[in-house]
């Protein structure tokens, strides 16, 4: 079973980028498609992007299109989203999560989650 724990989140102004990462331990990661999750207050949790086993693919929300960036490097078992041109509607807790095969935009597909990691976004 894979634990993960995302870190990399905090304060940044509108405009600026924050990149966040996530680190898998206790499984095979190349058997997992991984996605980035976020949750506002009061707000359900939205799927972001995600990416396949091998990195070859990857799919985004159409608010985060151009502008944030889903990778993975498989032989340090993690994966990470770079986030450029932050806006304020993008500040939620983020989230990574891991399932087996292939990927999903689902969140309800995802049984594996990590803490989540805080962004904020200032005006």
């Known amino acids: 079973q894979v634990q993960l724990a995302e870190s990399g989140g905090g304060l940044v102004q509108a405009g600026g980028s924050l990149r966040l990462s996530c680190a898998a331990s206790?499984?095979?990661?190349?058997?997992?498609?991984m996605g980035w999750f976020r949750q506002a207050p009061g707000k359900e949790r939205e799927f972001v992007a995600a990416?396949?086993?091998?990195?070859?693919?990857?799919n985004y929300a159409d608010s985060v299109k151009g502008r944030f960036t889903i990778s993975r490097d498989n032989a340090k078992n993690t994966v990470s989203l770079q986030m450029n041109n932050l806006k304020p509607e993008d500040a939620a807790v983020y989230y990574c999560?891991?399932?087996?095969?292939?990927?999903?935009?689902?969140?309800?597909?995802?049984?594996?989650w990590g803490q989540g990691t805080q962004v904020t976004v200032s005006s």
């Open positions: 990416i396949s086993r091998d990195g070859g693919g990857a």
């Open positions: 999560a891991a399932r087996v095969v292939v990927v999903s935009t689902n969140h309800w597909d995802y049984p594996y």
């Open positions: 206790g499984g095979t990661f190349v058997n997992y498609a």
